[in-house]
C-alpha cells in the first residue's frame, strides 16, 4: 500500500523523473501535490504499470492533484549538465511550475539538491512507497513517451516509439547503421565499442 505522506505537512510534493538510462531524448521531471484524499486503485510506480494503466491514471492525476508540473531537459542540456544533475534540474523546474509551494518535497532516489529554503527528504524507491511520487513518476513517463512517439516519425529507423530511447540491442544496432541523430546524448556511450560515430 501506498502511503499518502512522508512528513507531516499537507502541502507535500513528490518528484520523479524518467529517462535517466536512455541513449536519446529528455530527462523528464514531475512534481505533483496531492490532496489528503485522494485514492486511484491504479496507483503506483509507473514501472509496475502497463502502457495502458498509465494513460488511465495521468489525467486522474491531472484532474485531482492540488498541483503539478512537468518538465523537459533536453538531450544538449543533459550533455552540458551530466544525467544526474540533469534530473535534478529537472525536478527543481517541475516544482518551479507548481501553482502551490509545497511544504515539504519527497524526492525518488538518494540524490537531490535543496530547493529554497523547503526541507526535502530522498527515498530510496520512493515512487513504490508513496502517492506523490509515483503519481510524478507517472506524468514523467507518460509525458517522455508521448514525446519519444513523436520524434519517432522523424527517424523510425530507431524505433523510439517502441524502445523509447533506452538501449535496447535494436536501437543499438540502429545506431551502428545509420549512426547517431540530434536527438541522441553525445556523452552517453552509445555503443558498447564506442565507435566513431557518424553526426
Keep these: 500500500m ?4 512522508y512528513s507531516k505537512y499537507s502541502l507535500e510534493a513528490g518528484t520523479d523523473e524518467a529517462g535517466r538510462g536512455c541513449l536519446s531524448g529528455p530527462v523528464v521531471a514531475a512534481a505533483v501535490i496531492l ?8 496507483l503506483n510506480d509507473s514501472k509496475q504499470l ?6 488511465i491514471v495521468r489525467p486522474y492525476i491531472e484532474e485531482h492533484a492540488l498541483a503539478f508540473g512537468v518538465s523537459f531537459i533536453h538531450q544538449n542540456e543533459v550533455d552540458e549538465l551530466n544525467v544526474l544533475q540533469a534530473s535534478i534540474t529537472g525536478m527543481h523546474r517541475s516544482i518551479d511550475q507548481l501553482n502551490i509551494q509545497p511544504e515539504f518535497i519527497i524526492v525518488d532516489g538518494n540524490k537531490f539538491k535543496p530547493y529554497k529554503e523547503i526541507p526535502h527528504q530522498t527515498i530510496v524507491k520512493g515512487d513504490a512507497k508513496f502517492m506523490s511520487i509515483a503519481a510524478a513518476s507517472i506524468l514523467a513517463k507518460t509525458y517522455r513517451d508521448e514525446y519519444m512517439e513523436k520524434i519517432h516519425h522523424e527517424f523510425p529507423q530507431y524505433n523510439w516509439k517502441k524502445n523509447k530511447g533506452y538501449p535496447t540491442q535494436e536501437h543499438r544496432n540502429a545506431i551502428r547503421e545509420f549512426g547517431a541523430t540530434l536527438y541522441h546524448r553525445k556523452s552517453f556511450k552509445l555503443l558498447p565499442e564506442q565507435l566513431k560515430l557518424k553526426l
Excluded: A, I
Design 50 to 55: 502497463s502502457e495502458k494503466q498509465r494513460k
Design 35 to 42: 490532496p489528503s484524499n485522494f485514492n486511484h486503485d491504479l
Design 2 to 5: 501506498l502511503k499518502l505522506t
